[in-house]
């Protein structure tokens, strides 16, 4: 399934552990179609969780060819991986190189090396991790359909 990822930066006031608040601006990634989308779901995904005020300060479409996602606790930061695919052309035998972006959830660098190439294991193209680092995103909201929801159209 393909997805439009969005990255949305939510500006609120958090309470420090020294009780003091303070302004803080962090970046959640949002699945949806449009940007209006985008801002009504993160809107709704992070409601329940601020008390008071918050604002959606900033929208931008982020491209990531795919996502792996952690059942580990532990696994509690984003890794933006920059992969490059080798492949042969046929016809004249040259290499050829395309880079695409993945974002990896773990505990920490080598976990993210270690669940991307785990992650990678069916890939039939040769790779190289061109570049790894942690980002800032806080969290990630997928899109899933309401289980009692049907389709528009019926299937024939």
Not at 4 to 17: A, D, G, H, L, R
Not at 20 to 33: F, H, I, Q, R, S
Not at 96 to 125: C, F, I
């Amino acid at each position: 399934m393909m997805h439009t990822w969005f990255e949305c930066k939510i500006q609120y006031e958090k309470t420090m552990e020294n009780g003091m608040n303070k302004k803080v601006t962090e970046p959640y990634l949002v699945d949806a179609l449009s940007f209006t989308e985008a801002e009504a779901r993160i809107i709704e995904e992070m409601t329940p969780y601020i008390s008071g005020e918050f604002t959606v300060s900033d929208i931008k479409r982020a491209r990531y060819s795919e996502l792996f996602f952690a059942e580990d606790a532990e696994a509690d930061r984003w890794f933006k991986c920059k992969l490059t695919f080798i492949t042969l052309d046929e016809k004249s035998g040259a290499e050829k190189k395309t880079s695409t972006n993945v974002l990896v959830q773990a505990s920490d660098l080598r976990d993210a090396v270690k669940k991307l190439d785990e992650g990678m294991k069916g890939s039939m193209a040769d790779y190289i991790i061109s570049s790894m680092a942690e980002t800032a995103i806080m969290d990630v909201y997928p899109y899933s359909a309401e289980p009692n929801v049907k389709p528009e159209f019926p299937e024939a």
